[in-house]
């Protein structure tokens, strides 16, 4: 082999492992992940992986809302990008049901993000894509509105000191409590499972390479105040709640 082609080859060859070494990437990608695919999502119905640019997710399609979502985040994904209308994902199989934003209207629950709009809001596309339907929960409006969404800005404060965040949440158990009172289900003729507990896990690494995990467990019930902490837990309560093993890979 001559010189110019062995130098050619070992460029090729540093490239290749380049790409297979694990990076902090900015999109969703299972090895950048901590964690193990907690639920061994494949292509069953009631546990589908679905792998999107913004964000993965293991979908139900017996409960209409996923049984996670996970996705990583860093500064740059944190924008100025509008919210967008709900929509029916059409990427699903089509053997699935389709839930319709307006199964949510009038049912006491909002339509909860898993992956939320402003931690993808560096782009329309990035922000128009988790306003799917298969990317919500349904959630009591003190949930939603108060603790829930105090902690997802907390999260995002977290990295744009710098660093990245892995974050992984979504709903177990049945049963919550609305504005409109109890219910187990919402969305006639589709039945989509309201949780009763709504779960997160979020492991920060900053920029000098430390990692700190929170993890919360809420109730999805009416009452949920403002402040996230009482509800903080460790990661092994979310495993006994949800039945996922969230161990290293």
């Known amino acids: 082999m ?5 130098t050619s080859v070992v460029v090729v060859a540093l490239f290749l492992l380049f790409l297979a070494v694990p990076t902090w990437a900015d999109d969703w990608n ?10 061994g999502a494949s292509t069953k119905q009631d546990n589908y992986l679905v792998e999107r ?5 293991s979908y139900s399609n017996a409960k209409g809302t996923p049984n996670w979502t996970a996705w990583s985040l860093q500064g740059r994904d944190i924008g100025k990008a509008p919210r967008m209308e709900f929509y029916p994902d059409q990427d699903l199989p089509r053997s699935f049901k389709r839930v319709m934003p307006g199964d949510y209207s009038k049912s006491g629950f909002d339509r909860g993000h898993l992956c939320n709009h402003e931690d993808r809001s560096s782009t329309h596309e990035t922000s128009h894509a988790t306003f799917t339907m298969a990317n919500m929960m349904p959630q009591a409006p ?10 997802e800005s907390y999260c995002r404060k977290q990295v744009k000191r710098g660093g990245s965040a892995f974050i992984i949440c979504g709903p177990a158990g049945v049963g919550g409590v609305g504005s409109e009172g109890s219910a187990k289900t919402i969305g006639k003729g589709r039945e989509i499972t309201v949780p009763a ?13 430390e990692e700190k995990t929170v993890a919360i467990i809420m109730p999805n019930k009416m009452g949920v105040g403002e402040d996230w902490k009482p509800y903080q837990v460790d990661v092994g309560a979310v495993e006994k709640l949800t039945g996922y093993r969230f161990g290293r890979k």
């Not at 640019?53 to 997710?57: A, D, G």
């Open 142 to 151: 003190d949930v939603n509105r108060k603790a829930w969404e105090k902690f």
């Open 53 to 57: 640019k913004e964000f993965t997710m």
């Open 197 to 209: 507990w709504c779960w997160k896990i979020a492991v920060f690494k900053s920029a000098g390479g």
């Open 2 to 6: 001559n010189k110019k082609r062995a």
């Open 30 to 39: 299972n090895k950048d992940w901590p964690y193990a695919n907690p639920s």
